[in-house]
């Protein structure tokens, strides 16, 4: 039987997809909207989606859907109870960025401790040109030996942060979740890894429990000049309340991979907020070439053992 097969956002993955061994119609999109996705879909029996939300209105006009292939790790755009009740299969992609995004969030925790924005800022403002000795002092440089990590997330990229940062000989403290009174092995309390952390690093998914993870509350309770690292995702932060936090001095830099709304608009708060010690990338802390051919190749795989009858890094 020939298994009807649409990526709903091709572009989202800029590397070829494996051929499938099994007959396959295969039909791609650059991108579909929220309007777009019946008429898309209507007749596949796979769907892959990196991004595209698929909601339990949306599933339920899909008559031929058996598996829902998500080409990322994240699958918050997908109604996992839904496709439960219609007996569609999910399955994500995991690990196969766990190294090139704990490479994005270290980097972004050099740059910061370092306080290379601000620096390259001055540069180009000509105040290095006008320093009446060899060097230009501006703000604060510090060392990563020695200071403390927080990471919120003990997963692939979390503990491949952890050994990264111990090789630089930082202190590493892996939190407890939020509102967890007592702590696990090898877990320290949310809130004395907030007052602690000299950086902290967020590597959690985004749940319900943890939208909103970080806000004023927080932030005012993390160690006066630390570092906030998100490379996970946009919703764990309250936008406004970071930027506020920066430009009053409670934290000493952000370094954001992930906005709340992607793409996000122009007035998003840290877009708009400019400032020296705040660095937002977009979204390209997991898109090294080699993770994402790992990507495409787990994709294909997961598919391949749907097909077979296998489970396969199942959600549902």
Known sequence: ???????????????????????????????????????????????????VRLS???????????????????????????CRERGVAVCNIRHYGDHTVA???????????KNLPAYQRDVAAGLWSQAKQFCHFGAPIREMRGAVLGIVGSGGIGSQLAGMARAFGMEVLFAERKGLAQAREGRTPFGEVLARADVISLHCPLTDETRG???????????????????????????????AALKYGQLGGAGFDVLSVEPPALDNPL???????????????????????????????????????EPANRLA
């Open 56 to 82: 339990r209105e949306t599933i339920a006009r899909l008559p031929r859907l058996k598996l829902i292939a998500i080409a990322a790790t994240g699958y918050n755009h997908v109604d996992l109870e839904a």
């Open 103 to 113: 490479e994005h969030a270290l980097t972004l925790m050099l740059a910061l401790m």
């Open 213 to 243: 993870l970080i806000a004023q509350p927080e932030l005012m309770a993390m160690k006066p000049g630390a570092i906030l690292i998100n490379t996970a995702r946009g919703g764990l932060v309250d936008e406004a309340d970071l930027v």
């Open 271 to 309: 877009l708009k907020a400019r400032l020296p010690n705040l660095i937002v990338t977009p979204h390209v802390g997991w898109a090294s070439g080699e993770a994402m051919r790992r990507l495409a190749a787990q994709l294909a795989d997961n598919i391949e053992a749907f097909v077979r009858g």
């Open 1 to 51: 039987m020939t298994l009807n097969v649409v990526f709903l956002d091709r572009n989202s993955l800029p590397v070829p997809v494996p051929v499938f061994s099994f007959p396959a119609h295969y039909r791609e999109y650059p991108a579909t909207s929220l309007e777009q996705i019946v008429d898309h879909a209507i007749e596949a029996d796979i769907v892959i989606s990196n991004k």
